[in-house]
T-cell receptor, first 113, second 112 residues
Framework: KAGVTQTPRYLIKTRGQQVTLSCSPI?????VSWYQQTPGQGLQFLFE???????NKGNFPGRFSGRQFSNSRSEMNVSTLELGDSALYLC????????????FGQGTRLTVV | GQQLNQSPQSMFIQEGEDVSMNCTSS?????WLWYKQEPGEGPVLLIA?????ELTSNGRLTAQFGITRKDSFLNISASIPSDVGIYFC????????????FGQGTRLTINP
């Protein structure tokens, strides 16, 4: 079974631009979560989607948004990029809510200059 | 919000040594997860714990779910070079949601 796939692996963007990151979950997994990882703040939850609906949202500004498609693939978008948005963005997929196991992709390294 | 305090922050050991790290919180959790992250990669799930007092092994790794449900421990026996990485504990703050909070991580360095 293929793991969680994130594209692209690396991105360099300029302040003020917007960016879209993509995530394909493990086949059969309907829940997709997004996390931001930085050296200062560690791993922080952004949001979670299940059956095309956002179920949970972390404490991030509205510039961070996401969506999920009917095939469970998910995208996250960051608008009006700031230097502080530079981070590793990780996607995780889960099969059963009761188990709480989240399986992560390799991440997208975003650098804002 | 709920925080997981992981210690130590870093460890420098000799190959073959055993390693112990722990994660504590002021909040009670019903699930504890342990992940390992290597440079340039996403976290990889090592062990999942679901019951207070539970002891679970995965090869040379053993993790325990603390009796108080406010802590968890991870041990690595007879460390080898490929054990190098950052180990994270994680727990779901809300049983009804697929969301995890993470500890700050323990960076493990091994001298061959």
């Amino acid at each position: 079974k293929a793991g969680v796939t994130q594209t692209p692996r690396y991105l360099i963007k300029t302040r003020g631009q917007q960016v879209t990151l993509s995530c394909s979950p493990i086949s059969g997994h309907r829940s997709v979560s997004w996390y931001q990882q930085t050296p200062g703040q560690g791993l922080q939850f952004l949001f979670e989607y299940f059956s095309e609906t956002q179920r949970n949202k972390g404490n991030f500004p509205g510039r961070f948004s996401g969506r999920q498609f009917s095939n469970s693939r998910s995208e996250m978008n960051v608008s009006t990029l700031e230097l502080g948005d530079s981070a590793l963005y990780l996607c995780a997929s889960s099969f059963q809510d009761s188990e709480k196991k989240a399986f992560f992709g390799q991440g997208t390294r975003l650098t804002v200059v | 919000g709920q925080q997981l305090n992981q210690s130590p922050q870093s460890m420098f050991i000799q190959e073959g040594e055993d390693v112990s790290m722990n994660c504590t919180s002021s909040s009670i959790f019903n699930t504890w997860l342990w992940y390992k992250q290597e440079p340039g990669e996403g976290p990889v799930l090592l062990i999942a714990l679901y019951k207070a007092g539970e002891l679970t092994s995965n090869g040379r790794l053993t993790a325990q779910f603390g009796i108080t449900r406010k802590d968890s421990f991870l041990n690595i026996s007879a460390s080898i070079p490929s054990d190098v990485g950052i180990y994270f504990c994680a727990a779901p703050p809300d049983q009804g949601a697929q969301k995890l909070v993470f500890g700050q991580g323990t960076r493990l360095t091994i001298n061959p």
